[in-house]
């Protein structure tokens, strides 16, 4: 999806469908309130009407409620109504009269995420039939506003588009998106921008690294190898280097600790975090942030076999912290221990990592806000507030001491999880902070965020969780 600024007149604007918003107890302004049909349109939010002006050919106008409440998630949500009306006249082109609001570059970026999230649809594995036309996908959006709205509509465009790479990323299934297709995606992003590199290491040299946590868990996977992906971002500026760390656990079955049956399946996307910190890099890099970022995947699966890490095994993590796995589906905060020791050791001066980590956050939190869990005030805050300008919510949880006894071993320096069914969330929090090299630090568990939110953008399955939090974060740093 392209989108272009622009600022002529609706009757100028050439698209398969332009959108006009419309405010609760506001009239349409002419020549457009008489057109016929256009007095059906009540403003009430999420609604639409579709006319036929003539030029242009086609107009849907798109409720948005009280003018008080209309906010930057409200114009994501019209983003989406304005898609589901393109698609349903099969149009790829779409136009946006930006109403007129105090924020136009906020809205003007909303409207264009929220179509473009709106327009996802994973058809890779649908053959169709023989000879059938492509299905019409959104290609351009145009914005027209006399405001000067030309660096958000390319912040809109970069996110709605890392958005759905994201969720590509989700939706394939783990026999196509493993650990080594995690790795090309990540030298591909390097290869498009001259400021990214990427390292991988593969299982070897995991080994040889240290990371034990890495290590034990890819130790299930026979034929599928283990990565540890770095990807690096030098876009300058004077705020430090960001690390960022994703879960990339391309397959949860939860190891010999096995998951039940049902619903296994979904474990596919255990590598949302991966997946949201890649495409957000490819998304900064794309908008030329200045930040520095370094930013850690471990990928591999986490699979049964008869090589596979058993309960009550011992092992040592990259930072010479010993745990005893009492629970080989608590595996990602294996991982994720050694990617953040890695992380701080090549140089981050503070840290944040995104992973599908615990069901406990699903039903603290349900769909609507991840889980925060830091060591330091302002970096929860700068993630608070990105949260609160993306729309990817994220509510804090406390760490305590009382907490963080509760990960202590008898026989090691840590468990992995305990028999007692407390505060799921933190004490994975709680377990990754003992990894945190004393840097500031951000844990956010998506675990309930990352699929099936039935969001209006984002509707059911992956949602691409992250990507936005993330580029709003480093566009706060940057400034
Ligand atoms: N990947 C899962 C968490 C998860 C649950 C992700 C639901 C997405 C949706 C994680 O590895 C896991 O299995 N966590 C366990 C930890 C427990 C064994 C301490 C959990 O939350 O049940
Ligand atoms: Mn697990
Ligand atoms: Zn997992």
């Not at 790795?183 to 390292?199: L, S």
């Not at 240290?210 to 299930?220: I, P, Q, S």
């Not at 280097?241 to 079955?253: A, N, P």
């Not at 071993?409 to 069914?421: H, K, P, Q, W, Y």
Request: proline letters at 4%; one cysteine or more.
């Amino acid at each position: 999806m392209k989108a272009y600024p622009t600022d002529v007149a609706l009757s100028e604007l050439d698209a398969d469908l332009v959108a006009v918003g419309l405010f609760e107890d506001e009239a349409l302004g002419e020549p457009l309130g008489s057109v016929p049909g256009a007095g059906d349109a009540s403003g009430e939010f999420k609604s639409r009407v579709t006319v036929y002006p003539g030029k242009p050919e086609r107009v849907a106008i798109i409720g948005l409620g009280d003018r008080a409440e209309f906010t930057a998630e409200r114009a994501r949500v019209a983003g989406a109504v304005s898609q589901a009306a393109l698609k349903a006249v099969k149009g790829e082109a779409l136009a946006w009269l930006l109403p007129e609001v105090d924020d136009p570059g906020v809205i003007a970026a909303a409207l264009i995420e929220g179509a473009t999230f709106a327009s996802f649809d994973f058809d890779r594995f649908r053959t169709g039939s023989d000879g059938a036309a492509a299905p019409p996908e959104l290609k351009s959006i145009e914005v027209s506003s006399p405001a000067d709205i030309a660096e958000a509509v390319t912040v809109g465009e970069a996110v709605g588009n890392a958005g759905n790479r994201a969720r590509y990323l989700q939706s394939l299934p783990a026999n196509v998106a493993t650990p080594a297709f995690l790795a090309e995606r990540a030298e591909e992003i390097a290869a498009d921008h001259d400021a990214v590199t990427a390292e991988v290491l593969d299982r070897d040299g995991i080994i040889a690294a240290g990371m034990g946590g890495l290590e034990a868990v890819a130790r299930g996977g026979e034929d599928v190898e283990p990565r540890l992906i770095t990807l690096r971002y030098r876009g300058g500026g004077s705020g430090g280097t960001l690390g960022l760390v994703g879960k990339s656990v391309t397959f949860d079955t939860g190891g010999i600790s096995i998951k039940p049956s049902a619903g296994m399946h979904e474990m596919k996307m255990d590598m949302s975090g991966g997946a949201a910190v890649l495409e957000a890099v490819a998304a900064i890099a794309e908008l030329g942030l200045g930040i520095e970022l370094i930013a850690v995947l471990p990928a591999t699966e986490n699979m049964p076999s008869g090589t596979a890490l058993k309960p009550g095994d011992i092992i040592t993590q990259l930072n010479g912290k010993t745990v005893e796995v009492t629970n080989t589906d608590a595996e990602g905060r294996l991982i994720l221990a050694d990617a953040l020791v890695h992380c701080a050791r090549e140089g981050a001066d503070r840290m944040v990592d995104l992973a599908t980590l615990t069901g406990a956050v699903v039903i603290g939190l349900g769909s609507t806000y991840a889980a925060l869990i830091s060591n330091d005030d302002d970096l929860a805050d700068e993630l608070t507030a990105a949260g609160e300008s993306s729309g990817e919510l994220v509510w804090r949880l406390p760490l305590h001491d009382e907490y963080k006894q509760l990960t202590k071993g008898s026989i090691t320096d840590l468990v992995n999880a305990s028999a007692e069914r407390k505060a799921g969330t933190i004490y994975a929090g709680s377990f990754l902070e003992e990894f945190t090299e004393g840097k500031p630090w951000a844990h956010v568990d998506i675990a309930g965020t990352a699929w099936d939110t039935g969001r209006e953008y984002w509707g059911k399955g992956p949602t691409g969780f992250g990507v936005h939090l993330l580029v709003a974060l480093a566009r706060r740093l940057n400034q």
